[in-house]
């Protein structure tokens, strides 16, 4: 069965940085995306970023310029390189798959994942 597994989570001060892993295994599908999500207590769950491609990728407001995703195919693995973590970056990160249709933008996907990781967490705080 398809699973995911997160790593990368601690915890850093303002300023600082984190790389965060989500490999992906245990699926057959030609196209898939991956994207990344995270939790804050008290809150909603909120889109953070995806990849289906190198060209096809997204960052919510919140984090782009600071956040860069990038994809390992050769081991179905995506990073979160998180920089100039902020106090609002705490959170648990989650991180999910599901197959895509090779076109469209990876956005898209992020309401229909349905495989997720159990979270890792971030924590900013000096």
Not at 15 to 29: I, R
Not at 31 to 42: N, S, V
Not at 71 to 91: F, G
Request: hydrophobic share 30%; proline share 3%; net charge neutral.
């Amino acid at each position: 069965q398809v699973q995911v597994v997160e790593s990368g989570g601690g915890s850093v001060q303002p300023g600082e940085s984190l790389k965060l892993s989500c490999a992906a295994s245990g699926f057959t599908w030609e196209y898939y995306a991956i994207a990344w999500f995270r939790q804050a207590p008290g809150k909603e769950r909120e889109k953070v970023s995806c990849i289906a491609s190198e060209y096809n990728t997204y960052y919510s407001d919140s984090v782009k310029g600071r956040f860069t995703i990038s994809r390992d195919n050769t081991n179905n693995t995506v990073y979160l390189q998180m920089n100039s973590l902020k106090p609002e970056d705490t959170a648990v990160y989650y991180c999910a798959t599901d197959r895509h249709n090779g076109y469209s933008p990876c956005y898209f996907n992020m309401d229909f994942m349905n495989y997720w990781g159990k979270g890792t967490q971030v924590t900013v705080s000096s």
